[in-house]
């Protein structure tokens, strides 16, 4: 069993060969969530897995559960997988590499006749990107009891088309109800979008976590006046307060390892020759660490109280998503899989349907490189040897699993 590879050219050839699903001039691929190109895939997918003696369910909200049985199968099964849509301007790795991985995984598995203790099960979360219908990772959400079916079918798109209205129109639901299946644990293989693997040369990532984030909208008032005859010490200028924020916001953050970014700022009728009275912008905070996360909304709050007399501040916290930190037996069995290859912990910048699933069971990720750290592009690449050492990750980590959960009395009956 630890000699057990998995076939990196054949996990390279499905790659390939399901980017033709959406897939665009510009060799990017665009595959919104229950379009006819989501639908193509998955029907790909289920024929592959019913190939492969996976039983196939789907819940009300299309999630699919491929089901490789185990010789306890009476235990809930081990669940790998990801997502199968993108953005507008997807690529050919973001979600997929995830779920072509577990396929690859059970293949593999298959070929060498070898029978896992628990039950494997690869899933393909609906609308992960969130990018068709808001919020992300809205299915895995469900799964997890955050969001009702209700809620999610009633979801829009741009056109207005309800979720519930896209996926009756390409048969994606299937009859399990939401949330019905137990999983013993979760392992998601995905690509960084990040440059830090690419940057230290390392080919695994052990995410620890996910970032936690707080969004906050921000109104500063001053005065408008004269650029001309309002002398500088007269002046209550609220850009140039917000500038000072946006340095200490980002000063802070670097200290403390985390992320502050102001993505939007509005002048209140702005003009180049008046000084700016009122502005709106938004601060975007993100850490792997509640405390750090507190200690960057302290700071800002306090800056803001420095601010001088002449400028008011109104802050308001407009949502927050807390950090995520996966379970240390599942991070323990991805380490030791990675253990023969360049690895670093770390912890994930970007939202992942495995968030959701950890509020339920026990569940770690693996990243593998992209090139440049890009992602959300028609450019996101990821080389065929890192494909293929993120899938052998994943089957090394399950198998480790397996055996490490399965108590001795229940292996041996
Ligand atoms: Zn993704």
Redesign the pocket.
């Known amino acids: 069993m630890e000699n057990l590879r998995i076939d990196g050219e054949r996990l390279w050839a499905n790659l390939m060969e399901t980017a033709r699903f959406g897939g665009t001039d510009d060799g990017g691929v665009r595959r919104l969530t229950l379009t006819a190109e989501d639908r193509e895939v998955r029907a790909w997918l289920e024929a592959r897995a019913l190939a492969a003696g996976c039983s196939v369910s789907r819940d009300r909200l299309g999630n699919m559960f491929l089901r490789r049985a185990g010789r306890r199968d009476d235990l809930a099964p081990i669940a790998m997988g990801?997502?199968l849509d993108t953005q507008p301007t997807g690529g050919k790795f973001?979600?997929i590499l995830g779920v072509l991985a577990g396929l690859e995984v059970i293949e593999t598995l298959n070929e060498a006749g070898i029978e896992t203790e628990h039950p494997i099960m690869l899933v393909n979360w609906t609308n992960?990107?969130g990018s068709r219908f808001a919020p992300a990772m809205l299915c895995s959400g469900a799964w997890a009891g955050v969001f009702t079916e209700d809620y999610v079918r009633a979801r829009t798109d741009a056109k207005g088309i309800s979720f519930g209205t896209a996926l009756d129109a390409v048969s994606a639901a299937g009859e399990a109800p939401v949330g019905a299946e137990d999983f013993a644990a979760m392992f998601e293989l995905?690509i960084e979008?990040g440059p830090v693997l690419e940057r230290e040369e390392l080919t695994i990532g052990v995410v620890t976590g996910v970032q936690g984030m707080r969004w906050y909208d921000l109104d500063l008032t001053g005065r408008a006046a004269h650029a001309g005859s309002t002398p500088m010490d007269a002046r209550a200028d609220a850009l140039l307060a917000a500038s000072g924020l946006i340095r200490g916001a980002s000063v802070i953050a670097s200290r403390l390892g985390g992320y502050a970014t102001v993505g939007e700022l509005t002048i209140r009728d702005p003009s180049r020759n008046v000084v700016p009275g009122a502005l709106s912008m938004t601060f975007d905070l993100r850490h792997g660490e509640d405390a750090g996360l507190e200690a960057m909304e302290s700071d800002l709050k306090a800056q803001i109280a420095g601010l001088e007399p002449g400028i008011s501040a109104d802050l308001r916290q407009i949502w927050s998503s807390p950090p995520v930190h996966f379970d240390p037996g599942c991070l323990a069995s991805v380490r030791e899989a990675a253990k023969s290859l360049g690895h670093r912990d770390m912890v994930s910048g970007?939202g992942?349907d495995a968030a959701y699933v950890a509020r339920r069971a026990p569940t770690a990720m693996i990243f593998v490189p992209c090139a440049g750290g890009l992602?959300h592009n028609p450019a996101e690449s990821a080389t065929p040897e890192d494909c293929a050492a993120g899938a052998q990750v994943l089957l090394d980590a399950l198998l480790i699993h397996d055996r490490r959960i399965t108590a001795p009395a229940e292996a041996a009956a």
């Open positions: 990801s997502h973001d979600g992960e990107e995905h979008q970007a992942h992602s």
